[in-house]
């Protein structure tokens, strides 16, 4: 499997299943309105102070992300 991706949107598209997952347990705790692109630009911060990153690695970010700290990035959400 080639994990080489030639755009950030190719990238996006390729961890899309586990940001709707994301999404999908957030949904389950009661947080509705926190979408894909959101935890996407989060995560992007740290993504680009990072060097090496794998697939796993990110797909890892994304699902292990805190809650609370999607909510103190976003104060109007639920």
Known sequence: MNDEFQSIRELYQRVLP??????????????Y?????????????KWKKGRGLTLFDIVDD???????MILEKHPNKD
Do not use: C, Q
């Open 18 to 31: 586990a940001l709707r997952t994301k999404v999908h347990k957030l949904e389950k705790k009661g947080i």
């Open 33 to 45: 309105s926190i979408t894909e692109e959101e935890i996407w630009n989060l995560l992007m911060d």
């Open 62 to 68: 994304i699902l292990k992300l805190d809650e609370n």
